[in-house]
């Protein structure tokens, strides 16, 4: 690195005699001197300052790249030779338009000499952006193909502006889209962006921004550099753009689009800047991410360390095999000085290595050498070498039916369409341009790392695939340092766990918010997500802050209930109690006690107890429409089938023991008892049709916040109130009959029972109407099971275990005699009490006396001859 001399402000150049010349332009010089001559205001060229290795290597390349060719036989069957004219552009636009107007006005004929100069064919170069955009524009006026080996601009691609315009690299569309995608695979959202200002860095800055907004990522701060190293406002620049990099904590990766030395000024006002401030070097550590413009220059950290500023992720054109450009170099070091007679830039490479080192001539070549081989980036050789291999194919396929040795026999736009229209091989691999004029296939990923104070930037840890958007990694040595970024968080702020979501203030970034739990019946399964997701509240909910739904408990009440259980061994028990006692009464059925409990009645009401029994178990289990309809049903009919029967059997008390005459002559011509069971028992049957067809019952589902109740919904009400009703009418004419026949003989004293037994059941049923309309969940059918069970029991309990029991242990009252001297006893005593009550009534007391004596004794006796 240093100043050209006075003598060297001409501008340097290699060229080299041939059928077809190509043109080279590469920044050899890293600027220009504009101080030097300000005050002339005529054109004058500026000498070129800050000699550049590496620009002089991709000088070598395309040397190198024509050697080859000239010798391969593609070239000799066409019977042609390449020839170059390489100029320097000093990374200043001024002068690479100086450069190309060189090329087009050697197009040109003199006619003073009359004699034409050999025309540049095409052109490679320039290296930025800034300069290929402007070269282009001026070769384009000519036609005469370029083909640029490093500038990535966008707006290159376009094809109605730039026709002559073609790159042996994606462009930076590409570029940006694979960084993005690296920030969003280690989930980095917080990120600065350093560019510089030009077509280069404010395409590369617009494209980024706008790809890693697609992918949720957030740019903290932006810093545009100025393209010029030269420029005055370079420092200034530099100075605030480290200052707001270390004002911003928590931004921890830096994508830069910037040149090598801008990079380097930076890293060294970094350091600076934690050294003022007194502050740890690893303040100032961050993840680098590299773009091809200094993804390969291990220069920026010259006056740093690896360590100091973190980690560098570069990403690089793909690279070719350079043992080729190897084998030139080495014979470069065998010739000498003697291989720098049309290369002016070795000369003052030479010139420069030679006043740093002071070594001999012989130690100059090898001095130089190692040098460059230091300075030599894989991806930038392998894209010149395709840049040389396109445009000579090109030519050869041109001149295989022409003779091109003469000057003007091909033109600039031949070898463009050629170029256009066919592909190129280079080490028996083949490529083409696209439709934008690129060749894209994709990037290396770089790691850089320090390995005892050297600096390796050339370890490929990972390869992208532009089609596929999405990185293979390479070396699984090479890429744990590559996995160990996950560790490095680079957020406004911590991600929201599952169960929250984000809410961005108004104005902010979307990346900076604040998480909030998820309300009930909303949930959130990811990290960092825009709102909650709702629960399907007919089956699922989720509480406050929840990560999932949970399915609603079903609910119902259940065989597996301790309560259920319970409730149907009782039903279980009444069934089997029921079944003992109709055996016991068929057994007995010739017997006066079971005789007086109504015979064959008595086995209807047992039957009809069964049935009920039976309609108690349907209230357990998963309701279903047909298990909802039956058990209102069977309860209804039999229990009503159930009363009749008693109703039969107190209407056969009263008028068995009715001493009236005319009463008991209307009693028992209205005494059918068949005809008032059946009749009653089609009622109830009626109205059971009309609630089935009408507004039957049916099972539902009841939604609670968390549990799902599954229920009967009875349909109707005012049908299972008629229902109801209808047994409580029948119960409380059983009621009031019982109670006025309540006193007769003890042996037939059943009034009591049925009197006890309705009283039980009307007193349950008018408690189950309250208590049924307040309860509601699982055990609102236990409520109506356990009244009916009570009723069932009452029933049971006051009209047979009393026969049961005189059956099994008063076996001495189970006869006829023993019923005929209670009932002479019962008669006696009756007697007395009518004649009593006769005297006061009639005039001839003997003949009342004597007349009420004998219907008693009547009575009596045809009801001890019915049993």
């Known amino acids: 690195m240093g100043h050209a001399s006075e003598q060297d402000s001409r501008v340097l150049e290699a060229t080299a005699p041939g059928d077809i010349i190509i043109g080279g332009i590469f920044p050899v010089h890293e600027g220009v001197d504009k101080d030097k001559d300000n005050s002339s205001f005529a054109p004058h060229l500026q000498p070129c300052i800050r000699f550049e290795e590496r620009g002089l290597v991709k000088v070598l390349a395309m040397i190198s790249a024509i050697e080859m060719m000239n010798k391969s036989p593609l070239l000799a069957d066409a019977n042609i030779t390449l020839g170059y004219r390489i100029l320097d552009s000093c990374s200043d636009v001024s002068t690479a338009l100086r450069v190309t107007a060189d090329f087009i006005q050697r197009v040109e004929c003199h006619a003073e000499s009359n004699t034409c100069s050999q025309p540049v064919m095409a052109v490679v170069g320039a290296s930025y952006s800034e300069m290929s955009i402007a070269i282009a524009r001026q070769l384009t006026l000519k036609m005469i193909p370029q083909i640029s080996y490093s500038s990535t601009a966008v707006i290159l691609s376009d094809k109605n502006r730039f026709p002559a315009f073609l790159r042996t690299i994606p462009n930076d569309e590409n570029q940006t889209a694979a960084m993005a ?6 989930g980095w959202n917080w990120v600065g962006v350093v560019t510089m200002d030009g077509n280069y860095g404010l395409s590369a800055l617009d494209h980024f921004v706008s790809q890693a907004t697609e992918k949720g990522i957030c740019v903290a701060f932006k810093s545009i550099l100025p393209q010029s190293v030269t420029s005055q406002d370079v420092a200034t620049a530099i100075k605030h753009t480290a200052t707001t990099i270390l004002n911003n904590a928590k931004v921890k990766v830096v994508v830069s689009f910037a040149r090598p030395t801008l990079m380097m000024h ?30 390969s220059s291990s220069s920026v950290i010259k006056h740093t360390t690896l360590e100091d500023i973190g980690h560098i992720v570069g990403f690089t054109f793909k690279s070719g095999d350079l043992s080729s450009f190897n084998e030139y170099l080495s014979r470069l070091e ?65 001149c295989r039916s022409r003779d091109c040795k003469t000057p003007g026999a091909v033109q600039p736009w031949e070898v463009l369409k050629a170029l256009r229209m066919k592909g190129f091989k280079l080490r028996e691999k083949s490529y083409e341009f696209d439709s934008s004029g690129d060749i894209n296939l994709g990037y290396d990923v770089t790691m850089w790392r320090s390995d005892g104070g050297n600096i390796h930037v050339h370890d490929i840890v990972a390869e992208y695939h532009p089609h596929r958007n999405n990185f293979t990694l390479t070396n699984h040595i090479t890429t744990q340092q590559l996995r160990d970024l996950k560790h490095i968080i680079s957020k406004c702020s911590n991600s929201c766990v599952p169960g929250e979501f984000k809410k961005t203030a108004e104005g902010q970034h979307t990346c900076c918010y604040e998480c909030i739990n998820c309300t009930e019946n909303y949930y959130s399964n990811n990290t960092d997500m825009d709102q909650c997701l709702s629960c399907d509240t007919n089956s699922e909910w989720s509480p406050e802050g929840s990560s999932s739904c949970f399915p609603k408990t079903l609910l119902f009440f259940s065989w597996q209930n301790g309560f259920a259980v319970v409730l149907l061994t009782f039903a279980a028990l009444g069934i089997v109690l029921i079944l003992l006692v109709s055996a016991l009464f068929l057994h007995q059925r010739h017997t006066p006690v079971v005789k007086a409990a109504g015979g064959p009645l008595s086995q209807i009401i047992l039957f009809s107890l069964v049935i009920s029994y039976i309609s108690a178990m349907l209230f357990v289990g998963r309701p279903n429409s047909l298990q909802c309809k039956a058990r209102q049903v069977l309860f209804g009919i039999s229990f009503t089938l159930c009363v009749s029967c008693i109703l039969v059997k107190t209407l056969q008390i009263l008028l068995a023991f009715q001493f009236n005459p005319e009463l008991q002559e209307v009693l028992r011509r209205l005494y059918q008892p068949y005809v008032i069971i059946s009749i009653c028992v089609a009622l109830q049957a009626a109205t059971c049709i009309c609630w089935l067809v009408l507004k039957s019952p049916f099972n539902h589902i009841i939604m609670h916040p968390t549990t799902l109740l599954e229920d009967c919904h009875e349909g109707s009400y005012l049908a299972f109130g008629v229902m109801l009703g209808y047994i409580a009418v029948l119960a409380f004419v059983c009621f009031l009959c019982a109670f006025k026949g309540r006193k007769l003989p003890q042996h037939y004293n059943e009034a009591k029972f049925i009197t006890f037994s309705m009283l039980l059941y009307l007193i349950s049923w008018l408690l189950f109407v309250p208590v049924y309309v307040t309860t509601s969940g699982v055990y609102l059918p236990a409520v109506e099971m356990v009244v009916i069970l009570i009723s069932n029991y009452g029933v049971l309990s006051c009209h047979f275990f009393p026969k049961c029991y005189v059956i099994l242990f008063k076996k001495e009252q189970n006869t006829k005699s023993a019923f005929r001297k209670n009932l002479y006893e019962y008669s006696n005593k009756t007697t007395e009490v009518v004649s009593v009550s006769a005297v006061t009534n009639c005039r001839d007391r003997s003949s009342c006396t004597s007349l009420r004596r004998g219907s008693v004794i009547r009575h009596c006796l045809r009801r001890t001859n019915s049993i």
């Open 266 to 295: 930076l890293y060294q006002e970094l350091k600076d800047q934690m050294l003022r401030m007194g502050h740890n070097m690893e303040s100032m550590r961050r993840v680098w991410v590299a773009s091809d413009s200094w993804s």
């Open 181 to 186: 995608s690296l920030l969003s695979a280690y």
């Open 334 to 398: 065998a010739a000498g000085h003697d291989y720098t007679g049309n290369n002016t830039f070795m000369q003052e490479f030479y010139r420069q290595l030679s006043a740093r080192k002071g070594s001999g001539d012989d130690e100059l070549a090898s001095e130089g050498v190692k040098a460059l081989k230091g300075h030599t980036d894989a991806d930038t050789v392998f894209s010149v070498e395709m840049a040389v291999s396109a445009i000579a194919q090109a030519v050869a396929s041109i």
